[in-house]
């Protein structure tokens, strides 16, 4: 019944794509996918248990965003507008690693909550492969137009979403295949790790630089820095791919990262009030802002499923560190969460109201 179910939603999603003239939908927008994915891996499984009433309702609302977002990007290739929407703009263009990731996120929280799905939700897996693959194409040319002239754009962290996209990636097939395939994870993992360094050292020198300032060139998505990491560390661990050491050392670099983006954060939001005021400085719905949900979602989720990393002694610091995270975490996420789903609502009432804006 539920693959009837889900096979209908996917047709009519399709229909809808190429017949109904779709809202003109962010590329980034895909990051909301991201965020309810792990906010459903990591907190909801965290109160409700795996399988459970409350993770299978926040992954099937999940799967119904996915479906919305995927109508609405197939429809930009209908009426002839991915180019100038999705495309043209080189930095931008990274963003299209949100579908892929968005798109691995989802299948994988289904999987987790409807394993009945799993003849429907493998084709799906092997085309979202496919989807990385065009995905790491379009980011080559990029990465190449980018080279020329990088010392004139104002980089930033979307462009680790390379990095984030094939990581995702392996994590949905181990979840969808099992441990049987580990070469392919191996490779995904390495080649994950070989994309984040280049990325992150585009944007250390692009930091270097003192032509910016904290509070209007530090945008949300430079919190992929510890998220691409935290990623790379969950992939890693399910799929065997370092021992345990070495994930653990994974987990600490994550940690620290998170601590000095989000306390650049911080300071950027309190530079931000100061100069614009609450409303404007910080109140400001943005589809990129999802993506700070799910870099902190997948540094919760890694801790969670990590549990074999840390010492046996619950009196040890990082064991008690880690249920600090466990418990203050799934609050803390909780509240971000439904923040964001408010201002969300808030700018889609908004737009809503005056026609011819663009949906986010």
């Known amino acids: 019944m539920l693959i009837i179910l889900f096979g209908i939603g996917l047709l009519l999603a399709c229909v809808l794509a190429w017949t109904v003239r779709m809202p003109e939908i962010p590329t980034a927008s895909a990051a909301s996918v991201m965020a309810c994915a792990i906010f459903t891996q990591g907190v909801v499984i965290h109160f409700a248990g795996k399988g459970s009433i409350g993770a299978q309702i926040a992954a099937g609302l999940t799967l119904l965003l996915w479906l919305g977002l995927l ?10 507008s991915f180019r100038s929407r999705h495309w043209d703009e080189p930095v931008g263009r990274f ?17 987790v909550n409807f394993p009945e799905l799993h003849p429907v939700l493998v084709p799906l897996g092997i085309l979202n492969a496919g989807l990385l693959i065009f995905y790491l194409f ?17 980089l930033h962290g979307v462009i680790l979403l390379t990095a984030v996209a094939i990581q995702s990636v392996s994590l949905m097939l181990h979840e969808l295949f099992g441990a049987k395939e580990y070469m392919v994870y191996r490779v995904l993992v390495l080649l994950g790790i070989l994309f984040y360094l280049a990325a992150a050292a585009l944007l ?3 930091y270097a630089r003192k ?9 949300e998505t430079n919190c992929i820095l510890y998220g691409a990491v935290a990623i790379t560390g969950a992939a890693a661990l399910k799929s065997s791919v370092f021992p345990d050491g070495v994930l653990l050392g994974i ?5 620290l990262l998170l601590l000095l983006v989000e306390s650049a954060e911080i300071v950027r939001g309190v530079l931000r009030v100061r100069q614009y005021g609450w409303a404007e400085g910080i109140g400001v719905y943005a589809p990129a802002q999802w993506s700070r949900l799910f870099t902190l979602g997948m540094f919760y989720f890694f801790t969670q499923q990590g ?10 610091g990082l064991s008690v560190l880690r249920e600090w995270i466990l418990v203050g975490g799934a609050w803390m996420l909780s509240v971000l969460f439904f923040a964001e789903v408010v201002l969300w609502a808030f700018r889609l009432v908004i737009n809503s109201s005056a026609p011819g804006k663009q949906v986010r």
């Open 307 to 316: 549990g074999r990393l840390f010492p046996e002694n619950a009196q040890h």
């Open 211 to 219: 032509d910016w300032t904290l509070a209007d060139d530090w945008p």
């Open 71 to 80: 109508a609405a990007y197939l429809g930009s290739v209908r009426d002839r």
């Open 95 to 111: 963003a299209i690693g949100t579908w892929v990731a968005g798109t691995s996120s989802a299948l994988t929280a289904a999987h």
């Open 138 to 154: 379009a980011a080559s040319l990029a990465a190449g137009e980018i080279a020329g002239q990088w010392r004139n754009l104002k």
């Open 204 to 206: 250390v020198l692009r």
């Open 251 to 255: 987990w600490i670099f994550a940690l």
